[in-house]
């Protein structure tokens, strides 16, 4: 079969290094199946799929589970991230070895929507994982500096009466984990950094040839804190949508290759989970099908980054940091590949029903995007059109 894809862009399949599939454990609100395809709608042939499922993925059992399930399905490479704990708040470090070995040939491990609380744990995670791949720095969880905490510690929670999140929840653990990595000689990625603050640690850090590297999310590029004034639930995210200044800051430091990429933190939830009080939502949002038409609004538009960098940012820094070989590289003529074709002058407007995903919590609805994935290709076959 042939495409023809003129007038559209050709990069490498995307990769985003920070999925919430909900299998097991939550299948009413996502599974690898529904993951999967918003993945491929959205441009993606690899996800990896955060640990904190129910049961959590700390274990080769649940891990090779996974890959095997999302192998079945075939849209998309679905790799499990594994945890670095037994369960999600253990004391005890998980078999990482285990899973590094095991069908899904583990590659980043990390406690998610838990940081490692005690230092001691962590320096020992992060040893432990020096030798088999990347430990994901979860450190937007400090839990004394959070207590409590629903939106960006400033003006605007200060005025809805908001329990605010302050960055230095956030920058303290990202200064830790930088260090303690430095001392372990282990690589650490930062998940969804939020905050201005995050950007200079991130800059000083590589400076001292710390093995550090980093993500943000689309939501952060484009989202603020101004967001919360209506009260609605669906703006409810971990980090908080923080402010202007964070990101401006963002923005740039992707640009700048400070921050690696972008991952989406697609955090599917049920109606009922978002519709409440704010206070009472659950955090996260959707944000496979939407990534990329948000990094063009953000990125592209106002100059930052040009194609190539797109593929940088999308694909070959992601695939790079947990050493995918068959992402994120040019494709030789006749060789089956992965791919992504986006049609850079479309505009669409999201509709949330009309989404692959099995939930609605985007933050996008009604609002219309620039540039949409018209193709996508796993291994020479056509996974989204
Ligand atoms: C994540 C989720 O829903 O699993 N939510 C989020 O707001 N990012 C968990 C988490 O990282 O807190
Ligand atoms: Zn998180
Ligand atoms: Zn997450």
Known sequence: RTVDGRGGVLLPGFVDLHTHVREPGREDTETIATGSAAAARGGYTAIFAMANT?????????????????????????HPVGAVTVGLEGRQLAEMGM???????????????????????MKRALEYSSGLGVLIS????????????????????????????PRAAEESIVARDALLARDAGARVHVAHASTEGTVSL??????????????????????????????????????????????????????????????????????????????????????????????????????????????????????????????GRPIAVGE???????DPDAEWTVEPDALASKSRNTPYAAMTLPGRVALTVLRGTVTAE
């Open 202 to 327: 991130l800059r000083w850090a590589r400076e001292q040839g710390i093995a550090i590297t980093a993500e943000v999310t689309p939501h952060h590029l484009l989202l603020d804190d101004s967001r919360l004034e209506t009260y609605d639930g669906v703006n409810r995210v971990n980090p908080p949508l923080r402010e202007d200044r964070d990101k401006l800051a963002l923005r740039a430091a992707l640009a700048e290759g400070v921050i690696d990429c972008v991952a989406t933190d697609h955090a599917p939830h049920a109606a009922q989970e978002k519709c409440c009080e704010f206070s009472q939502a659950k955090p996260g949002m959707l944000g496979l099908e939407t990534a990329l038409s948000v990094v063009v609004e953000t990125m592209v538009r106002p100059g930052l980054l040009d194609w190539r960098g797109v593929a940088r940012v999308m694909s070959e820094r992601p695939a790079q940091i947990v050493g995918l070989d068959d992402q």
């Open 138 to 165: 979860q450190h937007s969880e400090d839990p004394r500096l959070t207590e409590g905490a629903v939106a960006h510690d400033g003006p605007t929670a200060a005025r809805l009466g908001l329990a605010g999140w």
């Open 54 to 78: 129910s049961p959590v993925a700390d274990n080769a059992a649940i891990t090779d589970l996974v890959w095997r399930i999302g192998q079945e399905v075939g849209l998309v490479d679905v």
């Open 336 to 342: 089956p590949g992965n791919l992504t074709v986006v």
């Open 99 to 121: 899973m590094a070995d095991g069908a899904a040939k583990v590659k980043l491990f990390s406690d998610d929507g838990k940081c490692v609380h005690d230092p001691v744990l």
